[in-house]
């Protein structure tokens, strides 16, 4: 006998079908239209720091590529912790993204397996920018360069002291490289920040310090600080008379980047347009003068370069876990 399918249940998996079909072709033109509406785009500290600065010229240039609003919002707490947990948990549809530092997108959740997210959370999209980190003495300091203040430091062991913003910062790990890799000891002292560092490198009170090389203009320009070196691959292009790190033999250390997240599991069609909008913003010669004006360069990553340093950087923090 011949099985027969009844007229009803044919006509509801072909309304089925069609529903599915109609979610389908939606959901790739809400792909092609995106975006539709303002961007929040969150950054992890208080306004007005570098990284805040750099982030609303981005955001800026960046509106004008996708013809609507990119909005930052400052959500603070726990060192960036906060703000990064707000993207890691933000819905997938790209109307909420990161612009995260080294710190919270990656740092904090190697030494403090208590936070509630993972860089394996993010969608890296690019990254824009690093922070120029340098080491500064006070004027008086016998030692002018990171070659003077090795040789002072092995015939003066631990008598050097620095001021850093906590055990497993970056500043610190930098301070440990250089250590390690150029075999003295110094003393390190712990500060509230870089800002309070530098001032007690100012006033006496530490011998050097590390701080964001735009953060220290004025006591160089006064005669208060001396800039020893950079730690960067190479010099920068506004401060070509500062030498770097590694020129000096101090090849590996960390570095503060700072880049654009999204959440994990975003539509691909979405995460590429924003890689699109983000990398031509980033290239564009107004975010470049921009920029330049602040101090701070320009360092553009696509979003699988990106990903793979990240990974390189999870990795190599994770050796210093003990260091805590």
């Not at 690019?126 to 008086?140: H, K, M, R």
């Not at 850093?164 to 301070?175: A, D, E, N, R």
């Not at 994990?264 to 470049?288: C, I, N, Q, W, Y």
Request: a positive charge; hydrophobic letters at 40%; charged letters at 20%.
């Amino acid at each position: 006998m011949r099985k027969t399918t009844h007229p009803i249940a044919a006509m509801a998996v072909f309304l089925l079908m069609g529903s599915l079909l109609l979610l389908g072709s939606n959901g790739l033109v809400m792909a092609g239209e995106y975006p539709t509406k303002p961007i929040r785009l969150i950054y992890p500290f208080p306004a007005g720091s570098g990284g805040d600065v750099s982030t609303r010229i981005l955001a800026d240039v960046v509106s004008k590529v996708l013809k609507k609003p990119v909005k930052v919002s400052n959500v603070t707490g726990g060192r960036g912790t906060l703000g990064a947990s707000t993207v890691a948990r933000a819905r997938k549809g790209g109307y909420e993204l990161g612009s995260l530092p080294t710190g919270p997108a990656v740092t904090q959740t190697v030494f403090n397996p208590q936070i509630n997210y993972k860089p394996s959370n993010f969608d890296p999209i690019v990254q824009f920018t690093y922070f120029p980190i340098v080491l500064v003495a006070g004027a008086d300091k016998p030692y002018k360069t990171v070659p003077e203040l090795v040789a002072y430091a092995k015939k003066n062991p631990g008598k050097v002291s620095f001021a850093h913003p906590g055990q497993g910062s970056i500043p610190y790990l930098m301070m440990k490289a250089l250590e390690t890799q150029s075999g003295i000891k110094l003393t390190g002292i712990p500060f509230k920040g870089l800002a309070p560092g530098v001032a007690a490198a100012v006033g006496g009170h530490v011998d050097i310090a590390v701080a964001v090389y735009a953060g220290v203009l004025g006591f160089k320009k006064a005669g208060k600080l001396n800039i020893l070196g950079l730690f960067a691959g190479e010099r920068l292009k506004f401060a070509p008379e500062v030498p770097t790190v590694k020129e000096d033999g101090i090849k590996t250390y960390p570095q503060n980047w700072c880049g654009i997240f999204g959440p994990k599991g975003m539509d691909p069609a979405v995460r590429k347009k924003l890689e699109e909008a983000f990398t031509k913003a980033v290239k564009s010669p107004e975010f470049v003068a921009a920029m330049e004006k602040i101090q701070l360069p320009v360092e553009y990553l696509n979003s699988k370069d990106f990903a793979a340093k990240i990974k390189r950087d999870v990795k190599y923090y994770n050796q210093f876990k003990v260091s805590k």
